[in-house]
């Protein structure tokens, strides 16, 4: 969907590039939504046909611990049976949830419902300022939708906060509507329909009151973890009460010698795909390869994909900051412009790449930030030069390709500290 949001964007520049294109180009949201949904369910075929060719037993039923060597399991029919085991790992991830309010649940739905969708959203608030939030808004924006974004406080808490308020100016000025500080109090039905019409209220950090009136309502203020009714407490596995994720060490061992958790259902960690399939990889060749590496939960490469997209590893400038101390980091930076950007009259001065370095480690670079088309691609590459411990110097002396967007961390010299105008003038 996102991908179908940038196509929409190309089109808008295509003439630039000598395509003629009418003027009114229209997308089909259930067409979208099909072709969307016919690939989830080749990928979940796929990962049933592996599990068979590996000689893996897959039982589509509810389990739940008994003891610390045994579960129960029921299956659709309720048939029960229990299985016992050496070890278990627990991969149950998450769940989207909803706010504490009325008419939440009878009438919003979440990014899960959202992929599937089978009309069109119509006008559309999104709660929430996670990066799930900012994506939806700003596909849902990209192929036409009105979209609203209600946000309580910061955008992307835990991101760098300085690339977080550039997505937000770089959405807005592209019509991405904000209403922030703010949180929703109430959600009420004023007509039925596909989509249906809602009116949403909310209360300002003023105290004043905002109401309006839309077709859909996306939730994204977070996920819960799924570990209630799963037996836990009768192994006393060891959870945060404040979020029911289960603690483990850096081993992903629990409270329980012998019962391991990896993913979205740990306490502290990263909430990513490619984090639970290293985590569990890693866990495996430990249990019965004898390995011993552990999971880096640190220099994890990541992107969001919101319309202009951050790709970013290691630590953000402020965790930096609070780690090494403020007189122990510098910050080097620029804008540029794409080359894909030349021929339009996009922002020169939108794209922005940032590395945070330690001084008293021969400016060794603790974190990598990209803001671009492409950045999870131009991010994959530059995390291994952040997880090897790639100093500065080390940037500035890889030769860059051209003409790529990735070639300004070759060439960055200008830093944070002197002051100086990091702003796009000229080739």
């Given at each position: 969907?996102?991908?179908?949001?940038?196509?929409?964007?190309?089109?808008?520049d295509?003439?630039?590039?000598?395509?003629?294109?009418?003027?009114?180009?229209?997308?089909?949201?259930?067409?979208?939504v099909d072709?969307?949904?016919?690939?989830?369910?080749?990928?979940?075929?796929?990962?049933?046909?592996?599990?068979?060719?590996?000689?893996?037993?897959?039982?589509?039923?509810?389990?739940?611990?008994?003891d610390?060597?045994?579960?129960?399991?029921?299956?659709?029919k309720?048939?029960i049976?229990?299985?016992?085991?050496?070890?278990?790992?627990?991969?149950?991830?998450?769940?989207?949830?909803?706010?504490?309010?009325p008419?939440a649940?009878?009438?919003?739905?979440t990014?899960?419902?959202?992929?599937?969708?089978?009309?069109?959203?119509?006008?559309?608030?999104?709660?929430g300022?996670?990066?799930?939030?900012l994506?939806c808004?700003g596909?849902?924006?990209?192929?036409?939708?009105?979209?609203?974004?209600?946000?309580?406080?910061?955008?992307?808490r835990?991101?760098d906060?300085?690339?977080?308020?550039?997505?937000?100016?770089?959405?807005?000025?592209h019509?991405?509507?904000?209403?922030?500080?703010?949180?929703?109090?109430k959600?009420?039905?004023?007509?039925?329909?596909?989509p249906g019409?809602?009116?949403?209220?909310?209360?300002?950090?003023?105290?004043?009151?905002?109401?309006?009136?839309?077709?859909?309502?996306l939730?994204?203020?977070?996920?819960t973890?799924c570990?209630?009714?799963?037996g836990?407490?009768?192994?006393?596995?060891?959870?945060?009460?404040?979020?029911g994720?289960?603690?483990?060490?850096?081993?992903?061992?629990?409270?329980?010698?012998?019962?391991y958790?990896v993913?979205?259902?740990?306490?502290?960690?990263?909430?990513?795909?490619?984090?639970?399939i290293?985590?569990?990889?890693?866990?495996?060749?430990?249990?019965?390869?004898?390995?011993?590496?552990?999971?880096?939960?640190?220099?994890?490469p990541?992107?969001?994909?919101?319309?202009?997209?951050?790709?970013f590893?290691?630590?953000?400038e402020?965790?930096?900051?609070k780690h090494?101390?403020?007189?122990?980091?510098?910050?080097?930076h620029?804008?540029?412009?794409?080359?894909?950007y030349a021929?339009?009259?996009?922002?020169?001065?939108?794209?922005?790449?940032?590395?945070?370095?330690?001084?008293?480690?021969?400016?060794?670079?603790?974190?990598?930030?990209?803001?671009?088309?492409?950045?999870?691609?131009?991010?994959?590459?530059?995390?291994?030069?952040v997880?090897?411990?790639?100093?500065?110097?080390d940037?500035?002396?890889?030769?860059?390709?051209?003409?790529?967007?990735?070639?300004?961390?070759t060439?960055l010299?200008?830093?944070?500290?002197?002051g100086?105008s990091?702003?796009?003038?000229?080739?």
């Open positions: 969907m996102h991908k179908a949001a940038i196509i929409g964007e190309d089109l808008k295509a003439a630039a590039f000598g395509w003629q294109v009418p003027e009114q180009v229209l997308h089909d949201w259930s067409s979208m072709e969307v949904q016919k690939y989830v369910k080749s990928l979940n075929f796929g990962y049933r046909k592996v599990l068979r060719e590996r000689s893996v037993t897959y039982l589509n039923a509810y389990a739940q611990f008994v610390a060597h045994t579960v129960k399991v029921t299956d659709k309720n048939k049976q229990h299985i016992t085991a050496r070890d278990f790992i627990i991969a149950v991830g998450g769940r989207p949830k909803y706010p504490d309010i008419g649940k009878e009438y919003g739905i990014s899960d419902d959202l992929f599937s969708l089978k009309y069109h959203p119509g006008k559309c608030l999104v709660v300022a996670s990066y799930i939030a994506e808004a596909f849902l924006h990209g192929i036409g939708v009105d979209c609203t974004v209600m946000v309580r406080s910061i955008l992307l835990g991101f906060q300085q690339l977080a308020e550039m997505i937000g100016e770089h959405m807005t000025e019509g991405v509507k904000f209403i922030r500080p703010c949180v929703p109090t959600v009420e039905k004023v007509s039925d329909g596909k019409l809602y009116k949403v209220s909310g209360k300002m950090d003023s105290g004043e009151i905002v109401e309006g009136e839309y077709n859909t309502i939730f994204a203020v977070g996920r973890a570990t209630e009714n799963i836990l407490e009768h192994i006393d596995v060891k959870i945060n009460p404040s979020n994720k289960i603690i483990v060490d850096k081993e992903e061992r629990t409270s329980v010698s012998n019962v958790a993913g979205d259902v740990i306490d502290g960690k990263l909430e990513l795909t490619p984090v639970a290293q985590a569990g990889k890693l866990l495996a060749q430990r249990l019965y390869n004898n390995q011993t590496t552990l999971t880096d939960y640190v220099n994890v990541t992107t969001v994909f919101t319309p202009l997209e951050y790709g590893v290691g630590l953000s402020e965790d930096a900051i090494y101390g403020s007189d122990d980091i510098e910050v080097y620029s804008f540029f412009q794409p080359l894909e021929l339009t009259d996009r922002d020169s001065n939108k794209c922005y790449g940032k590395l945070v370095c330690v001084k008293s480690e021969e400016e060794r670079v603790v974190g990598f930030h990209v803001l671009s088309p492409h950045a999870g691609e131009i991010t994959q590459g530059f995390a291994i030069g997880k090897l411990r790639a100093k500065k110097s940037f500035a002396n890889l030769i860059g390709i051209h003409p790529t967007s990735a070639e300004i961390f060439t010299n200008i830093t944070k500290s002197s100086e990091v702003a796009k003038t000229s080739c």
